[in-house]
T-cell receptor, first 113, second 114 residues
Framework: AQKITQTQPGMFVQEKEAVTLDCTYD???????LFWYKQPSSGEMIFLIY??????QNATEGRYSLNFQKARKSANLVISASQLGDSAMYFC??????????FGSGTKLNVKP | KAGVTQTPRYLIKTRGQQVTLSCSPI?????VSWYQQTPGQGLQFLFE???????NKGNFPGRFSGRQFSNSRSEMNVSTLELGDSALYLC?????????????FGSGTQLSVL
């Protein structure tokens, strides 16, 4: 069975500091995609970053980077230079078999001024 | 380019009623998937459509159904509503539904069942 685990229900970070959100996954499928989404209070899911299972290098998108450790089955999101607008729920998700996503339970990030 | 549009934004229904939610994907996207989000169960996959065909289905009862039209717009129907169906229903689209494609989500429909 596929599974995504986010062990941090909530986190606080000081503005301008970096923060790491943890995500581990479990799959026997060799081909999969790992995604991070941000969900502000408005409810919309905003795509942040993607890592393919065959990608050799860690993905980066602006202030977001994904620390992909395939052997450990982890895909942690690193946000550098946190901003107040980063306060939101963050979901790690794994995708395989067309558009069937498995989402983690989410991490609520609060950025303090 | 317009994003994924979901209507209505909010819905209030009573137990036993049925409801239809609508989703218009990004122009050119042929894959549409639906998700249910609740505080207790988190985000759960409902089903995915591509070219008017359901390709994938999550573990939901038959009261949950959907369809996709030739213009890729999709509808989701829930019959005989139960209190536990209260949730945020999110629709997402992607060009083909391939595993490497990111999903673009709509703002969701917040359904409250009284």
């Amino acid at each position: 069975a596929q599974k995504i685990t986010q062990t941090q229900p909530g986190m606080f970070v000081q503005e301008k500091e970096a923060v790491t959100l943890d995500c581990t996954y479990d799959t026997s499928d060799p081909s999969y995609g790992l995604f991070w989404y941000k969900q502000p209070s408005s409810g919309e899911m905003i795509f942040l970053i993607y890592q393919g299972s065959y990608d050799q290098q860690n993905a980066t998108e602006g202030r977001y980077s994904l620390n992909f450790q395939k052997a450990r089955k982890s895909a942690n999101l690193v946000i550098s230079a946190s901003q107040l607008g980063d306060s939101a729920m963050y979901f790690c998700a794994m995708k395989y078999n067309f558009n069937k996503f498995y989402f983690g339970s989410g991490t609520k990030l609060n950025v303090k001024p | 380019k317009a994003g994924v549009t979901q209507t209505p934004r909010y819905l209030i229904k009573t137990r036993g009623q049925q409801v239809t939610l609508s989703c218009s994907p990004i122009s050119g996207h042929r894959s549409v998937s639906w998700y249910q989000q609740t505080p207790g169960q988190g985000l759960q996959f409902l089903f995915e459509y591509f070219s008017e065909t359901q390709r994938n289905k999550g573990n939901f009862p038959g009261r949950f159904s959907g369809r996709q039209f030739s213009n890729s717009r999709s509808e989701m129907n829930v019959s005989t509503l139960e209190l536990g169906d209260s949730a945020l229903y999110l629709c997402a689209s992607s060009p083909r539904g391939a595993s490497v494609e990111k999903l673009f989500f709509g703002s969701g429909t917040q359904l409250s069942v009284l």
